[in-house]
């Protein structure tokens, strides 16, 4: 039965109309509320194409529920920073020129953002263990790290 | 809307030739670039080969565009071609806008192909830039009164240089209207060419090109409002999902609609053997494809499997064979190359070696499912599509839906990483099979399992080589042959519906090819004979194992055969594998460029294995590998660790020596460089497509896996030999060649074990280690 829900995405309050509590919030972010961003890569929650915050924690978004997130702070690519107001790791990639097709990116930088929050000076180490289940199709992992290095060493 | 103002109003500069028509670029191209622009082209002249309107104009502010016949697939070209057009029409780089692959916005470039995107179409654009530039000087000739000789352009200015007042920007010479000069041209696609009137610049005045230049799309991907194909919506558009059956070439038989009544909104659609369904939201599709219950007709595909497919390979009795062909090398050939006679070489060797070597089928496995949508209506379509060759995808929708070619437009947008003929053609030839059957727009997006088991694969290649030496361990007789499955069985462009899954499975007949290519590699021995024979497609028809293109297609599994044998003939003689190679290679560029990556590496002269390490666990060596394409010249050294105790293979370092001529953006080199380093490494270390009898079994990224962090080389390093004045060559695929043979001749050093077979995966490694 179709039933009405409120996600808080990127500071907004959006009304959705759901006929399936189940369906994944990816669908909801990108077919109710026409994000562009996360992206569809696997729906098995294997690579990360997906991924969003959840209250500030990178979640696949592949394989969580809608309904499960109401009442949740969801945070995508697009609301951790924009060109006028930039994410330091979003800053930091755009110096690195990271990507190639950047299909993979959503996992990437808010991964990469989850950790530097958590550890804002990570080693070597610990960035490619924060990043040792993502996938990238292209080969951009090196660059990713030295993002992460680059936006760590920012005021 | 185009303004009134600007749709008739028609100047003649009769002084220059030039007939320039009235046409608003800017409501054309906003409306381009905003939704591919569904029809706002009426008004520009004709998009054909032979006119500069095709190429260039220039809008009423003076920003300048450049239509680009060609498409990006995630190398971030559109930087460098700005560069090119900015360098000889004589603006700054930022007042270039590049339209890419719309089918009917840009001329035919052939799409992206063989990493020819500046070889073949930088000189295309670049011409028709100097050509552009050369007409403004004369009108601004005429309308300053100054002759031609006291002119020049710099930033979109022609200005006197007697006078400095005399001047007159490009934006009032012609803004937004078009150069209507003749171009005269050759060839089609991708073997396009033009020669025009203007002179193009010499090395020494470059401003533009060569210099470093960050890539245009980086900060709409990295702030995630970039549009790819994938988040491109219409108004009343459908979501749909495609049914593929678990066992290969079976077709439906019954479908039971009542298994998704309960999903709001889904709908199935059955064409022939083509089975879909759609719903409104996306969700509903996918549960749909998920629930239908389907019926399939008998099918027994009789596989080999992925475990016994080089032993049926071997068996196999070639469909085709290269044809003779003399010559020494150069460009990667379809037909072998003979020099000598092998016989006689053989007949005086001392010694005679051979090795067989392994490259297994794999998945594109591009990082998104394709995605393609589809507007049919009125006796004609238009597509959204990433596919690399939008002109071939607007011709083989055409053929698939019966409708005139001029009445199909294909509009490229970005989309995943895509590495030649992946499956986004057949997603959007199933949205316009799918479009025209509802008569609403369709959207199509695979599922992960389709992605990997269905997308057309990159041939199985076994390659065998033999050698003679005389005693003084010299190569004087070499024999080559690649056996494997065709590189267009699949064809490379789906320009005919016989090239799509919605054509096989709607009747179209069989179009598979059998031809493989073999690398240009240009050793010269006294007696050599390099060729290949093809074998026979595991199925004809609508083939979970189609193979055709995989980046770097001549190059991959090839040379890992041929840069291995080499290491193994270093080795019986216990030469060192560079110096050896340097014997047989005759030009000087093939020298600097192997000499550049041994001077970066450190590489002391010596010969494998390396012999030092006693019985530890953990074992390092270091491997080179050399290959010559297009006259992009690539020397490559890989430095591993082996740990003997699990197989398991570090990449401490990799060293790539790079020389692909006049280099235009050496950001973008380095970055498209140091990412193939990263993906041919996996798809050495990782990559082979699992079949059994009846269907491929890796669907997912743990039945497929690719590379990840804790296994890409920790080092790469990047040594680019610019060549002033030298053609552009490429570097889109260039280095993925030497990759596999660099690794384990490497490999080889530390350990004193030869691994003959791709995958190097822990399991193999392990096992041969434990044989040896």
């Not at chain 2, 082209?41 to 998009?47: G, I, N, S, W």
């Not at chain 2, 012609?174 to 002179?199: E, M, Y």
């Not at chain 2, 049926?312 to 020099?339: I, N, Q, V």
Request: proline fraction near 6%; hydrophobic fraction near 40%; aromatic fraction near 6%.
């Amino acid at each position: 039965m179709a039933e009405n829900l409120t996600l808080n995405v990127d500071g907004k309050p959006h009304t959705i109309t759901i006929d399936d509590p189940k369906m994944p919030l990816l669908y909801a972010l990108r077919d109710e509320l026409g994000f562009h961003n996360p992206r569809f890569g696997c729906g098995l929650g294997q690579c990360g194409a997906c991924t969003v915050h959840i209250d500030g924690q990178a979640v696949r978004s592949c394989v969580t529920p809608v309904s499960a997130v109401a009442k949740r702070k969801i945070t995508t690519l697009a609301g951790l920073g924009t060109q006028e107001k930039p994410h330091k790791l979003q800053t930091a990639w755009i110096e690195e020129q990271v990507n190639q097709c950047a299909y993979c990116i959503n996992g990437w930088i808010m991964t990469g953002a989850e950790l530097l929050a958590r550890n804002p000076h990570p080693t070597d180490a610990e960035i490619r263990e924060a990043f040792a289940d993502l996938i990238c199709r292209c080969g951009t992992h090196n660059a990713a790290v030295k993002a992460v290095k680059r936006a760590a060493g920012m005021a | 809307m185009l303004k009134a103002n600007t749709l008739d109003r028609r100047t003649f500069l009769s002084a220059t030739g030039a007939l320039v028509v009235a046409i608003a670029t800017r409501a054309e191209f906003a409306k381009a670039a905003s939704v591919g622009g569904t029809n706002g082209l009426a008004k520009r002249p004709p998009v054909t080969p032979g006119t500069l309107s095709s190429y260039i104009s220039i809008e009423p502010d003076g920003m300048v565009v450049a239509y680009y016949g060609k498409v990006d697939g995630g190398q971030g070209l559109e930087s460098a071609i700005a560069q090119l057009v900015a360098e000889e029409i004589n603006v700054p780089w930022e007042r270039v806008r590049i339209v890419m692959g719309d089918s009917a916005l840009t001329v035919n470039m052939g799409g992206a192909t063989a990493g020819n995107a500046i070889r073949q179409a930088g000189p295309i654009m670049r011409q028709t830039a100097a050509e552009a530039r050369r007409l403004l000087i004369e009108m601004a000739s005429k309308v300053l009164n100054v002759p031609t000789s006291d002119l020049v352009a710099t930033d979109g200015v022609v200005h006197s240089l007697a006078d400095p007042s005399k001047r007159i920007t490009y934006a009032q010479l012609i803004g937004g209207r078009h150069f209507d000069a003749a171009v005269p041209f050759t060839g089609k696609a991708q073997s396009l060419a033009v020669k025009v009137q203007a002179p193009l610049k010499q090395p020494s005045e470059f401003k533009v090109i060569g210099k470093p230049m960050p890539r245009r799309d980086m900060p709409g991907k990295v702030f995630g409002t970039l549009q790819q194909v994938s988040d491109f919506r219409l108004p009343n558009m459908l979501h749909a999902r495609t049914i593929r059956p678990t066992t290969a070439g079976a077709v439906p038989v019954t479908v039971d609609e009542s298994s998704i009544a309960d999903i709001p909104g889904a709908k199935v659609v059955r064409i022939k053997d083509f089975l879909a369904v759609v719903a409104e939201k996306e969700w509903n599709a996918v549960k749909a494809a998920k629930a239908l219950k389907v019926t399939w007709s008998p099918s027994k595909p009789n596989f080999p499997t992925h475990e016994k497919l080089y032993d049926h390979m071997r068996k196999a009795t070639p469909l085709a064979r290269s044809p003779e062909r003399g010559g020494g090398g150069g460009e990667e050939a379809a037909g072998g190359h003979a020099t000598g006679s092998l016989e006689e070489g053989f007949k005086q060797a001392a010694r005679i070696m051979q090795a067989e070597y392994q490259y297994p089928m794999q998945s594109h496995a591009s990082m998104g499912p394709a995605c393609g949508v589809a507007d049919v209506r009125d006796g004609g379509a238009t597509v959204w599509t990433s596919t690399q060759k939008p002109y071939d995808c607007a011709a083989g929708i055409a053929d698939l839906l019966e409708l005139p070619p001029e009445k199909v437009r294909a509009v490229w947008m970005f989309g995943t990483g895509s590495y030649a003929r992946n499956d986004q053609g057949d997603a959007v030839a199933d949205a316009a099979l799918l479009s025209e059957h509802l008569g609403r727009p369709v959207r199509v997006q695979y599922m992960r399992h389709e992605g990997l088991a269905w997308d057309p694969k990159g041939p199985a290649i076994i390659t065998l080589s033999r050698a003679g030496l005389d005693a003084s361990g010299k190569i004087i007789a070499y024999e080559h042959v690649s056996k494997g499955f065709s590189n267009n069985d699949c064809s490379t462009r789906e320009a005919r519906a016989s090239d799509t899954l919605a054509g096989m499975l709607t009747g179209a007949p069989i179009n598979s090819q059998s031809a493989l290519g073999i690398p240009g590699n240009n050793y010269i021995f006294d007696n050599m004979n390099v060729r290949w024979e093809v074998v026979a497609p595991l199925m004809d028809r609508a083939s979970p194992l189609r193979t055709t293109h995989l980046r770097d297609p001549f190059g991959v599994p090839h040379l890992f055969g041929m840069e291995s044998f080499l290491d193994e003939i270093a080795v019986a003689t216990q030469s060192d594998p560079i110096e050896l190679r340097m014997r047989y290679l005759k030009s000087e560029r093939e020298h600097d460029v192997i000499r550049a990556a041994a001077k970066q590496f450190g590489w002391d002269t010596r010969s494998s294995p390396r012999n030092t390490q006693g019985s530890a666990n953990i074992v390092m060596g270091r491997g080179f590998a050399y290959r010559q394409m297009h006259d992009t010249f690539v020397a490559t050294i890989a430095e591993v660790k082996v740990h003997r105790d699990t197989g398991m293979i570090e990449i401490e370092r990799m060293v790539c020596a790079h020389d692909c001529g006049q280099i235009v953006n050496p950001e973008t080199i380095k970055h498209v460089i140091d990412r193939q380093m990263v993906w041919q490494t996996g798809r050495t270390l990782f990559e082979e497509v699992r079949f059994d009898e009846n269907m491929v079994t890796s669907v997912d990224w743990l039945t497929y896996p690719v590379i990840k962090m804790p296994s890409v080389p920790k080092v790469i390093d990047i040594v680019l030999l610019d060549r002033p004045g030298i053609a552009f060559s490429g570097a889109a695929e260039h280095a993925c060649g030497p990759i596999p043979a660099a690794i384990g001749n490497a490999v080889f050093d530390a350990t004193g074990v030869r691994l003959r077979r791709v995958p190097f995966t822990p399991e193999r490694v392990k096992a041969a280690l434990s044989k040896a």
